[in-house]
Each structure stands twice: as structure tokens, then as C-alpha cells.
């Protein structure tokens, strides 16, 4: 046990002095988490709209005002015809457009109607349709106002709730995805390129024959990570709830145990590379190239995995971090407990166990 020990103390030791191996440890998950939490966001914010007024009248004026008060838009220019609206569009200068026709507030006092025209740039699909959706959403707010306990016939009015995220923020879906791929990407490629190390300097021979049994001398090779990687997870969670407004609404204590697991996962999945590969940059190519494209494609905090079809969707059923990703964002931000999650938490186990398996199984190919 003391030379065991011995051995995961001398790892310890070449991970701190390496500046290198540092800052990918403890500097890419800051680094990360600040770029998806306010960077790389699906909200759009402060979207520059033009206004073309033909009524100007107090209705439309506070209409304008709800717009531009609005955390979703800046009011950038106010047109005096449509071919400044076009104009406008082709500089890129604004998103939107408002259009208020003749006599709004009259159409809207006496006859009950009247008509706004929304005209969005569609050249990014995505954002067009958010920002006309902010948009009436304010023009619903304004119309609830209006009408106060009035109902017209035949209107429906729909009752919306936002459930988990009601100010719709990035933030709680990029930090699920952020961990999951921050954990895998570290965990794996360091472990990989940690024992790849030691066979393109020609001295994992020489830990072989040492006192301590080969499997053990390539799990001493891991098990400094799990420390670090555990310490990762601990920084993403402050971070992201401090500094990026993202509550942890379950069990704190399940969130990191599941944490663990994943880094497990990752960890085997990394001796896995580590058999296949025989110098660093290739171990590090195949980190990058196997991992996180994937994660970014299948794990469904870039895209929903509805919308694939069925053989990409059987796919990512492979992508360990796909299941880590449904853990976190049903524990931290549904507050769920464990029996929502333990199908994803068995698929992990039996990831570990099989990259672990097939890890296991190459080494003792490559001793005999």
C-alpha cells in the first residue's frame, strides 16, 4: 500500500510542476464557462429595431417606449418611409422593424383591431423568429393592459408559464453542457496523454516491471485526476451560480455524486484512448476530434436531439456525456431527485465498466 501510495504521490508531483498541464486543468473550465455563459448564449439581447410611425399617436408612443425599455431592444432609428427600412435591413443596422400604421390607437379604441407589421431579417433564421417573439410578447403585454378584465368574443387568451427558467437564460442550459464537456474533454485527454507519456519516453517499461502489478501502475496513473477533476466540478458550480445566476435547485450531494461517476467514465474512457495511441499528439488529436465533436453535436445542449434522425439519435446513445448532460439539468435545474436519473446513471456505470474492460484487456495483450 505505501509503494502504491508512493506511485500516486509521483504523479501528483509531475501534474503540479508541468505549467502547462495547469492551466489546461484549472484555466479551460474558467475560461469556458465565462465564454458560454456570456458569449456563446442563445438570448438575444439589446437588439437594434427601427420604428416606422405613420400614426404617432399615445398609443403607439407607448408601445415604442414598452420596446425600448425592454432588456430585448434598442430603438436605433425612427423611419419616415419604407425604403429606409430597406436600406436599413441591407446595412445590417437594425433586426427588427415596427411598423405602426394610420390611426392605430383608434382602429385599436373603437373598432377593437388594429394591425402592427413586424418585419424581421430571416438571414438568420434563429434570431428573426426570437426577436419577433420578444416582440409580441410586449404587443400581448400591451393589449392586457389595454383591455384590463374586458374579453373580446371568440378571443383566446393563453396562459404561459415557463417552468425551471421563467427569464429564459442561456446560462441553464449551457452550464449543463459546459460541465459535461469541460469533465470529459480534461479527465480523458489527460489521463490519455498522461500515460502515452511514459511510452513515448520509453519508461512505462520500466514502471511495469516495478514492484507494483501493470494494472495498478496504470490506475495510479488516473487517480491524481479524480482530485483535480472533482476540484473542477467545484469551480464550475460556484461560478455558475455567483457569477452567472444559475441555482442548484436539487440535491447538492447527488449533483456531485453523479459528478463523479461521469469523471469515472471519462477516466476509463481515457485509458481507453491510451491503448490505441502511442504518442501525445495523437492521443490529444484523438481527445479533441472523438470527444468534443461529439459532445457539441450529440449531447443536446447545442441542438435537440428530436430533430436528428434516427441514426444520429442512435448515436449519441454512445456519447457518455449525452447521459451526464440529462443528469445535471434534471438534478441542478428541475430539482429532481435520483430515481429521475438513474437510467442515465446506469448507462454511465456501464460505460466505465466497458471502456475499463476493453482498456484492461489491451494492456495485458500488449504485456504478453
Known amino acids: 500500500m505505501k509503494l502504491f501510495l508512493a506511485f500516486i504521490t509521483k504523479e501528483f508531483k509531475h501534474i503540479l510542476r508541468d505549467t502547462r498541464t495547469l492551466i489546461i486543468l484549472f484555466g479551460m473550465p474558467i475560461v469556458q464557462i465565462i465564454l458560454f455563459g456570456f458569449a456563446l ?26 420596446l425600448d425599455a425592454s432588456r430585448y431592444f434598442d430603438v436605433e432609428a425612427n423611419f419616415s418611409n419604407p425604403q429606409q427600412i430597406d436600406q436599413a435591413f441591407k446595412e445590417g443596422k437594425i433586426r427588427l ?30 434570431t428573426a423568429t426570437t426577436v419577433v417573439n420578444y416582440a409580441s410578447s410586449i404587443l400581448k403585454s400591451y393589449q392586457d393592459e389595454v383591455l384590463g378584465e374586458q374579453t373580446l368574443p371568440y378571443t383566446i387568451q393563453p396562459e404561459i408559464r415557463m417552468l425551471y427558467n421563467p ?28 500515460i502515452v507519456r511514459e511510452k513515448e519516453l520509453g519508461t512505462m517499461e520500466v514502471l511495469l516491471v516495478s514492484p507494483v502489478p501493470p494494472i495498478l501502475v496504470i490506475v495510479t496513473k488516473a487517480i491524481p485526476y479524480v482530485l483535480l477533476s472533482f476540484i473542477n466540478v467545484s469551480t464550475i458550480l460556484i461560478l455558475s451560480v455567483n457569477l452567472l445566476d444559475v441555482p442548484i435547485q ?55 436531439i428530436e430533430n ?21 439539468r434534471d438534478v441542478m435545474i428541475k430539482g429532481l431527485g435520483f430515481k429521475s436519473v438513474l437510467k442515465e446513471s446506469l448507462i454511465l456505470v456501464a460505460m466505465t465498466i466497458g471502456f475499463v474492460l476493453i482498456a484492461l484487456k489491451n494492456y495485458k495483450t500488449r504485456l504478453e
Do not use: C
Request: hydrophobic letters at 55%.
Open 167 to 194: 427569464q429564459l437564460k442561456g446560462a441553464y442550459n449551457f452550464v449543463p453542457g459546459v460541465m459535461a464537456m469541460i469533465l470529459l474533454l480534461i479527465s480523458a485527454m489527460m489521463t490519455s496523454i498522461a
Open 97 to 126: 422593424a415596427v411598423v405602426f400604421p394610420a390611426n392605430f390607437r383608434h382602429s385599436l379604441f373603437q373598432q377593437n383591431t388594429a394591425s402592427i407589421q413586424l418585419i424581421a431579417d430571416a438571414s438568420d433564421p434563429n
Open 250 to 304: 436539487g440535491s447538492l450531494l447527488l449533483l456531485l455524486g453523479e459528478s463523479m461517476l461521469f469523471i469515472f467514465a471519462a477516466l476509463a474512457l481515457g485509458l481507453f484512448i491510451s491503448t490505441i495511441t502511442n504518442s501525445q499528439q495523437v492521443a490529444m488529436l484523438a481527445s479533441l476530434m472523438v470527444l468534443l465533436l461529439p459532445t457539441l453535436i450529440f449531447s443536446g445542449f447545442m441542438f435537440p
Open 41 to 66: 448564449t442563445n438570448e438575444v439581447k439589446d437588439s437594434r429595431i427601427g420604428i416606422l410611425d405613420y400614426s404617432k399617436d399615445e398609443a403607439s408612443q407607448h408601445i415604442i417606449h414598452e
Open 308 to 328: 436528428m434522425p434516427k441514426p444520429m439519435q442512435f448515436i449519441s446513445n454512445l456519447i457518455p456525456s449525452k447521459w451526464y448532460f440529462f443528469i445535471v
